[in-house]
């Protein structure tokens, strides 16, 4: 085999995996919604095996794309996969949704997000978002017999395809402008300046993109659509495909746009001061669980937003550590909702973790340990996350955004130690069911390692370094 | 590795972590569960303290720099290393913790709720406490004095009085408000020398115009910590609302590090601003000493009073820090020793009426000296050390503060001592309403005197506060080195022609 198409091999692991499970799952009598599951997270497995071994290339005459920065940003879509199949494995079992085409959909939607991030060309970067986002529309309303699901999934699905609608716009515009979709050509023509034409079309591309991330603005779908779909697919949705999206906005932005980084960093600035603010505000009156994650998750991207606006090599790194530790903190955090059951009926809401501490102290702490690093509260993970993306915020100049991110961690402390006063000073009794392994798995893993990070920071962060060299070359 | 041979600050810290670690492992019922944790975390502290004593004995006078120095590569690309060091300054707050941690543990002994997670806490405090005064690098200094909001927010709130939500949740936000602006210090200090390291800090040179705003956000930060007037206003919710060990650890070691973090950062990295802040300063030093002392006349409680009579000694603390001379400095540093002991002292007080099932309330209180004398004699020599008495540890440091305030500005120096006759005022108030008046209620007179375990607790205390007071020299002589190089290289900053004069001749 022509070792120019290793870096391939992920891909069609996914792919073909995909298929197979399918086949597996319509064909046989038996319920194999279990065997699917395991066997996607072994897919997955596999595929980032070989995206780590595999080298850098470029593919199908530049339209992929891959390279340390894009094996960086597909490891942590495969963790956030991996890890929202095995929060859905008890969870879609108690809820009687357990069907074999969950892993499925979530694999193709995994396939969609390792193309986005390797896209190095604009059509197949919308191939790669279109995949993902019809997958991810499904999947919200997956759960077909609840009609906050289904709504979940619709209000997910019309919000959605307008995104889609201007980023195609975007893209076009760009298009018709430069007169090529290439990235490495547009860099080369966008380096001697760019019509208004070709800004309008990068404002419309950034516009679609920012609204997967869930950036304030373009945020309005995501507290409903976090509160609606099922718990695990909620966990997907804060994490995959926000990394996936983020990945792909510094490769496009620092791509091919990186030559009027002048032109749209101001968006940027005010995406991020935006989600920060709108992420704290909020969320202070939220007394549902997943709500309170929804916004603080628009929060966190208008943290990660400012290593793009720096729109330096430090910025960039800053943004890749702080994607990799939300993972971990977004996924513990969700595990802790999912493991929130009364009687076989999910709870939602922050009031039902009151004496938690006393019941369950182990789950009490591994949800504290997560409060407490979104807050930022050092010595936890989330700390230096915030540490890097405001030491290269100042350092790019910005001392605005630093303040503003400095000002709102304030008020977001407010509602991240509200969850952790229900759950230690007020008195109640939760009486959870007994919590299935595989969540607890994924709650004291996150927690060990939001809490050990401050011991071993350097491995996480020379990665981050050098897939940022990468990515910038 | 350091002239000993063993990494002893890294010891120091995280020795007590091993004890949460053993103490997260214990099993069995709960009865049996409390008492061996309470035996762990006593012996875990009382094992620090141990090795606190032998970096005393084995730490150098003579030199002026940082000792023990260890540093190991961290966070690799940002260049911040972990490093440790203690010089004269810090040495002895970290003995000061080592020392009261043990005191704060046994002063817990009649809690019996959640007891391991309440032990476990205090560890965690210790090892963030001790670490933050060894920090060398200011990243390493940052993660550890922010991290002591964590196990101080669940010691509030999990074990506190009837308000104690609301006092956990105000005291984090305060604090918390402040330390992220010294978090944007922190950074623009760093993109500015291009290093965390201290010792490098504390000699680049910094423009006049930044270093008002570095003041500024250090001010934010170490003021709310140290509560200063009027960032005070957390204060007296959370020492009230505390439950006793915690108030101990709040009132003597936690304010602590603000004024630790002014002498360490504030005054030797910004000469100029602090210079330009010094009336500044003495005005919100005076205001403490005089108005919380009027405060505290009128409290009606007496762990509020002792709370206010706490925040009003910060202000002595503050003072001394800004006059810039060797007696204010040392005054400053041997008072925040000696109001460490003294203050620790009288909340083990209270906790003894508290443990007897009594209110604080004192017009519900008095007569007890006839009843209790040992505790009466204890009370009384904590409070009039805290009042200044000669002999007693809070004199040294008073009169070291007013020498060097009389030194830069005689009304400062009046002011300040007057402040401390309030002082005088109120816990002789308190003196009559606990100890003598007569029986308000013929319960107390039923009241045993002080129990082994107690005197455990304040021997060792009046001890300190006695050797303190007759001979300051043993410790006085441990930070004059590193004082004087403070004082002078403040003065080198300001006026860089003495500078120049002290180098030729």
Request: with cysteine; net charge neutral.
């Amino acid at each position: 085999m022509n070792p120019m198409y290793l870096p391939l091999i992920p891909g069609l692991i996914l792919g073909l995996g995909g298929m197979v499970l399918l086949l597996i799952g319509v064909l046989s009598k038996r319920d194999q919604t279990c065997t699917c599951t395991y066997g996607a997270v072994l897919v997955l497995v596999l595929a980032a095996a070989f995206c780590l071994a595999a080298p850098d290339g470029m593919l199908f005459a530049g339209l992929l794309k891959t390279s340390l920065f894009t094996r960086f940003a597909d490891t942590m879509v495969y963790l956030g996969a991996a890890a929202a199949l095995l929060l859905s494995l008890d969870y879609n079992r108690r809820e009687a949704m357990a069907r074999f085409e969950f892993p499925v959909l979530v694999l193709f939607a995994v396939l969609g997000m390792i193309v986005m991030i390797s896209a190095a060309d604009l059509m197949s970067l919308y191939i790669g978002f279109e995949l993902q986002s019809l997958t991810l529309y499904i999947l919200a309303a997956s759960a077909r017999d609840s009609l906050r699901s289904t709504e979940a999934g619709l209000k997910y699905f019309v919000l959605g395809s307008l995104a889609s609608g201007l980023l195609i716009y975007g893209i076009s515009l760009v298009y018709g402008f430069a007169g090529t979709t290439n990235f490495i050509s547009l860099a080369a023509i966008l380096a001697n300046g760019a019509g208004y034409g070709t800004i309008i079309g990068i404002v419309f591309v950034l516009v679609g993109l920012a609204f997967k991330v869930s950036a304030a603005p373009f945020h309005m779908w995501t507290p409903d659509v976090y509160e609606g779909s099922p718990t695990p697919v909620t966990a997907l949705f804060g994490t995959a495909p926000k990394i996936a999206t983020m990945a792909l906005l510094f490769s496009v932005m620092l791509g091919p746009f990186g030559h009027l980084l002048a032109q749209w960093r101001m968006i940027i600035e005010v995406l991020s001061i935006l989600s920060m603010a709108l992420g704290a505000l909020a969320a202070i009156g939220q007394k549902n669980i997943k709500r309170l994650l929804a916004y603080s998750s628009i929060g966190h991207m208008g943290y990660a937003l400012m290593g793009l606006a720096a729109g330096t090599l430090a910025g960039t790194q800053a943004t890749l550590v702080y994607l990799a530790i939300y993972l971990v903190m977004s996924f513990g955090a969700f595990a802790c909702v999912i493991a929130m059951r009364r009687k076989g009926q999910a709870v939602e809401t922050i009031a039902d973790l009151a004496g938690l501490s006393t019941e369950n102290p182990g789950f009490a702490l591994a949800l504290a340990i997560f409060m407490w690093a979104m807050a930022g509260i050092p010595p936890l993970s989330g700390f230096f996350g915030k540490l890097y993306v405001f030491s290269a915020a100042i350092n790019a100049g910005l001392t605005t955004l630093a303040v503003v991110g400095v000002v709102t961690s304030v008020i977001g402390a407010f509602y991240y130690l509200r969850v952790i006063k229900v759950m230690y000073f007020d008195a109640g009794t939760p009486g959870f069911d007994k919590t299935a392994s595989s969540v607890r798995f994924v709650m004291f893993a996150g927690a060990l390692v939001t809490c050990l990070f401050v011991f071993i920071p350097g491995p996480l962060i020379t990665a981050a370094d050098a897939a940022a060299r990468a990515l910038l070359g | 590795m350091n002239q000993i041979g063993f990494p002893i600050l890294s010891l120091l810290t995280f020795l007590p972590l091993a004890g949460v670690a053993y103490l997260a492992t214990l099993r069995g019922d709960e009865m049996a569960v409390a008492s061996r944790a309470r035996n762990g975390a006593l012996i875990t502290s009382l094992g620090v303290l141990a090795l606190g004593i032998y970096l005393w004995m084995a730490f150098d006078p003579s030199q002026a720099g940082f000792q023990f120095v260890e540093s190991l590569p961290w966070l690799s690309g940002l260049d911040v290393q972990y490093r440790m060091g203690v010089d004269g300054i810090s040495l002895f707050l970290i003995l000061l913790t080592a020392f009261l941690t043990p005191i704060a543990i046994l002063s817990s002994w009649s809690i019996t709720k959640r007891v391991r997670e309440l032990m476990m806490a205090f560890l965690l405090l210790e090892t963030m406490t001790i670490g933050m005064f060894c920090a060398l690098d200011f990243v390493v200094f940052y993660i550890f004095f922010e991290a002591v909001l964590l196990p101080m927010y669940l010691i509030i709130g999990v074990w506190g009085g009837e308000r104690r939500i609301y006092a956990a949740v105000k005291f984090f936000i305060f604090t918390l408000a402040g330390s992220l602006f010294m978090l944007l210090a922190l950074v623009w200090l760093w993109r500015n020398a291009g290093t965390t390291d201290i010792v490098t800090l504390l000699h680049t040179p910094i423009a006049p115009q930044a270093q008002m705003w570095l003041f500024a956000a250090f001010l934010a930060s170490f003021g709310v910590k140290a509560a200063v007037w009027p960032l005070h206003t957390w204060l007296p919710d959370a020492y009230g609302e505390a439950p006793i060990p915690g108030t101990i650890m709040l009132a003597a070691v936690l304010s602590k590090m603000g004024a630790y973090g002014f002498l360490r950062f504030a005054v030797p990295m910004l000469p100029q601003a602090a210079a330009a802040a010094e009336p500044l300063m003495f005005t919100l030093g005076v205001v403490a000493v005089i108005y919380i002392s009027f405060v505290a006349l009128a409290q009606t409680d007496m762990k509020r009073m002792i709370a206010y009579s706490s925040a009003a000694h910060m202000g002595i603390i503050i003072i001394g820090i800004f006059t810039f001379t060797v007696e204010g400095i040392e005054g400053a540093l041997f008072q925040m020793l000696s109001h460490g002991i003294v203050i620790a002292g009288l909340f083990v007080c209270t906790g003894v009426l508290l443990s007897r099932g009594q209110t604080l309330t004192l017009s519900r209180l008095g007569g007890l000296a006839a009843k209790m004398p040992a505790y009466a004699a204890l009370l009384m020599l904590f409070s009039l050390a805290n009042v200044g008495l000669p002999g007693t540890s809070g004199f040294v440091g008073e009169i070291l503060v007013i020498v060097g305030a009389m030194k830069v500005n005689f009304w400062v120096a009046l002011l300040g001592a007057g402040g401390m006759v309030l002082g005088a005022a109120y816990m002789l108030m308190l003196l009559r309403a606990v100890l003598f008046d007569k029986l308000s209620r013929p319960e107390l007179g039923a009241l045993a005197d002080l129990k082994p375990g107690e005197y455990a607790m304040l021997l060792p205390l009046a001890a300190m506060v006695l050797w303190l007071g007759i001979y300051p020299g043993s410790f006085t002589h441990m930070f004059d080195a590193s004082v004087n190089a403070m004082v002078q290289a403040h003065i080198a900053a300001l006026t860089p022609h003495t500078a120049l004069a002290m180098v030729t001749k």
